[in-house]
T-cell receptor, first 109, second 112 residues
C-alpha cells in the first residue's frame, strides 16, 4: 500500500503566526483529504483536495498530484487550531484510505 | 456534508466480555464502511472494510474472529470486540465514503 509521511511531526506556534504542514505520498493518491483531530478525537474534515488549491477562511490547501505532495497552510493561528492534523488518501481504484503520520500542532497564547 | 454517527462514544468493560459499536450513516446510504483503530499518540490504522450484504475484508494482522463486523443495512455497520482484553483498549472510528470520507465521532474503549 501507499505510504504517507507528514512533516513536521510536532509544531509549536505563537498565536497569530503562520505555518505550513506538508504531506508526501509514495504513490499516486486519489481523493486526498486533510483533517483536524480535536482533543476529543473527532476528525473534522478540512479539505477534500485531490488537486489544485482551495481556501476556507484562515486555512488553505494545495495538492500537486504529479509531484505527490500536499500542503496545508494555517494563517494567523489561534489556540483553537491546536490538535493533530492528518492527511489521508487512497490509491488506485480502492476506496480505503491510508492516513499520514500526523502533525501535532500546539498554538500558545 | 454527510453525517456519520457512532454509538457509544465511550465504553468501559471487563476483560473477557464483548462490546458492540455501531456506525450509522444518517443522511446517505453506504454499501461500504471502514473501521479504524487509533492508539494514543499514533495515526489511524485501517482494520477492516465492511461490505453491505457480504463478508467484511480484514487488513493483515487483524483477527477476524476477534473483531466481528456486520453490515446489516445500507446505513448501519457494527463492530463487535469479542472477549476483550486490556490490549484492545483503543479509540475506534468508522467512516463511510461519498467521494470523500466522512468519519464518525469515534468510540473510546477501555477494557479493565
Amino acid at each position: 500500500g501507499i505510504q504517507v509521511e507528514q512533516s513536521p511531526p510536532d509544531l509549536i506556534l505563537q498565536e497569530g503566526a503562520n505555518s505550513t504542514l506538508r504531506c508526501n505520498f509514495s504513490d499516486s493518491v486519489n481523493n486526498l483529504q486533510w483533517f483536524h483531530q480535536n482533543p476529543w478525537g473527532q476528525l473534522i474534515n478540512l479539505f477534500y483536495i485531490p488537486s489544485g488549491t482551495k481556501q476556507n477562511g484562515r486555512l488553505s490547501a494545495t495538492t500537486v498530484a504529479t509531484e505527490r505532495y500536499s500542503l496545508l497552510y494555517i494563517s494567523s493561528s489561534q489556540t483553537t487550531d491546536s490538535g493533530v492534523y492528518f492527511c489521508a488518501g487512497n490509491s488506485g481504484g480502492y476506496q480505503k484510505v491510508t492516513f499520514g503520520t500526523g502533525t501535532k500542532l500546539q498554538v500558545i497564547p | 456534508g454527510a453525517v456519520v454517527s457512532q454509538h457509544p462514544s465511550w465504553v468501559i468493560c471487563k476483560s473477557g466480555t464483548s462490546v458492540k459499536i455501531e456506525c450509522r450513516s444518517l443522511d446517505f446510504q453506504a454499501t461500504t464502511m471502514f473501521w479504524y483503530r487509533q492508539f494514543p499518540k499514533q495515526s489511524l490504522m485501517l482494520m477492516a472494510t465492511s461490505n453491505e450484504g457480504s463478508k467484511a475484508t480484514y487488513e493483515q494482522g487483524v483477527e477476524k474472529d476477534k473483531f466481528l463486523i456486520n453490515h446489516a443495512s445500507l446505513t448501519l455497520s457494527t463492530l463487535t470486540v469479542t472477549s476483550a482484553h486490556p490490549e484492545d483498549s483503543s479509540f475506534y472510528i468508522c467512516s463511510a465514503p461519498q467521494s470523500e470520507q466522512y468519519f464518525g465521532p469515534g468510540t473510546r474503549l477501555t477494557v479493565t
